[in-house]
DNA sequence: TTTCACTATGAATCTTCCG
DNA sequence: GCGGAAGATTCATAGTGAA
């Protein structure tokens, strides 16, 4: 990988080019670093060209005094220059400013995560609305370690709230990968709270004196989660506030692209060696899992032509309260009424629709099968072939 | 109490006055609900003379298609007209009108909470900070029973977000019961994110036909503590949404005064009934109560994300029969076929369902660790979860 | 009395493909 | 772009009534 400098970046050596655009004049170059003012550089990039962004901006903290802990020691606060706005209108101009040149370079379906406290995450969800952007989710990242509240007047301030939002409120084909998410969750819906711990320890990058090297490095888990949640492997992910390169290491993991953007050099050497030194998982181990709406469509006919339906076999409800006659042109037909196995299921039920493939069932040596199963082993059948 | 029209109002009988002000000419009339406009009434009342304000303000929800759920039962949306706004600068307007007309309202050191979901949080936030409000905590209302997402499109929205806020960002003397919120909690200090079901069976109002009188009444719980922890007995709490009064409500079992506005009549009686209805505690009841609940959830996601189980690793049955590789979602993976640790062990064994929790072990230092232990440890360092 | 099966419902910005 | 059809999709609580 690389870093550029106004303009000039460092390549990650070893990764292939994003999907399809290699061949253009103003291909994005992918797995790199600028170093320089975030705006110019994503002005820089092509229109269009990456599928998701993922963004933690500063937080114009407006931190007055120095904290110290009850034992009197002293909290290592955020207090960069980078972090000091002069006014609200000011973090405003900027904010709305990094958001509009960010949307220009996102994909129809790219989706747009941000990060942020209480400081600044109503200015950034306002201005995002105000962009044009359609919020989707705001997730909240509940610390499972956090920093006390020292002086006993205020609650924990134990979360960070990301918003998750679509290009437009017509932008229906982001990914989401809704089974994946679910089935690491015991089979439940992941909900928009997430726990998961503060970046400590060996992951959180030391300078030469064993101090953090950043004040607000993120956990890996939360990245992974948002990339794994919302992108597929071999997309471009672009970061405008890299810092040391936690989205381009989990980028890289996980088999994504990734592009930063970060003005310190000595953040962006850092994030350099980071990612150098992440080794990519298998590729089986970060294939998509199975997607049910990605699966092939199979007519309710190629069941009755493969022979696991017979014409005129009678289908039953699982309930055995209803019933249908199978057509051979693949209909089914209900007191006279012929429709497809939805609009007679529905009829049936008296509803205004309803999924045939999981409402009827074939008898089967006494026991009901649902005819969906029937549909998976057509799909395992087209797979061999 | 009492009710008022532009501007009559029902007073509660059997109250007592509030502190020090009952001698003013122009005294606030407690325990009253105004019927009639927002900021029209909030204009009525003398400048400086609540202690606390909670409001509710609508949402924006922007909903456009009816939605139903998977058995095609309908969702009874909020689709009231006092939810419609022409656009976003329509609904920063009311929103930056009633928050200036309670900021006069509010005495020096009163505090403001507001709650909201993504549609209005970030306006709502804006608009505050804007208006010269200090903001101290956001705060998650988790929800333990929230409605999923019917078409897997999006996380679970399992949360809605408070605002807590000082009236400027010199107001240091706001009330804040931090060590009863402490001892209330396992001697832990009370974070940001609560969880608190929604307010349903008995609590919730109904109407003659037996269906929830208001689209949008907050459980009691959360307004306990809301007035716990920032107010003091005899204090005075003003609702700018009053709805069917579960502010009142609230304040009144926990002797605290209410001045609550409400612009739809029914409602406002509603809310008179309910809380004429309320019995107050003893002065010595009057405390937090810790609300203990049963083990929280954890995804198998978190032990990956943890480190205890490494994306890639194998794991294996309790016979070391079987075996399956960890993914980085905290999905399962065997024999191509990708699924939940519960799915995967089912389709192991060639059952209908399995506990992959009891089921799956890892390999540690040559002997078998069941993946459930390393639950149990996660659990332990969610603490206050 | 207890248990179980079944139904109802909650502040929700909730589809995709083909002709 | 539009209309119609295919077809994918739910978790925690409460309440009711039968066994």
Redesign the interface.
Known sequence: MGISHPTKSIAVPGRVAPRGRADLADALAVDTIHVGDCIAAIESLPAESVDLVFADPPYNLQLENALTRPDQSLVDAVDDDWDKFAS?DAYDAFTRAWLKAVRRVMKKNATLWVIG???N??????AL??EGYW??????W?K???M??FR????????E?L??AAKGADAKGYT??????????????????W???LCTGGERLKDANGDKLHPTQKPE?LL??VL??SSNPGDVVLDPFFGTGTTGAVAK??GRHFVGIERDPGYAAAAKARIDAVEP??P???AP??DKRAEPRVPFLSIVESGFVRPGERLICGRRRHEAVVRPDGTLSLGGIVGSIHKIGALA?G????NGWTFWHAERERSLVVIDQFRAQVRATMGAA
Chains 1, 2 share one sequence.
């Open positions: 609200f406290s209480y400081h995450v109503f200015r950034v969800g306002s609305q105000d919020v989707l989710n705001d997730i909240v509940r499972a370690n956090p006390p509240n006993g007047k205020r609650f924990t301030n134990a979360h709230t918003i998750w989401f990968h809704y089974d994946a998410l679910k089935g690491g969750n015991d089979d439940l819906q992941m909900r928009s709270d726990f998961i711990p888990a992974a989660r794994l949640s993991k996980l998982l298998s089986d181990a970060i899992a199975p039920q509803l205004p629709a309803c």
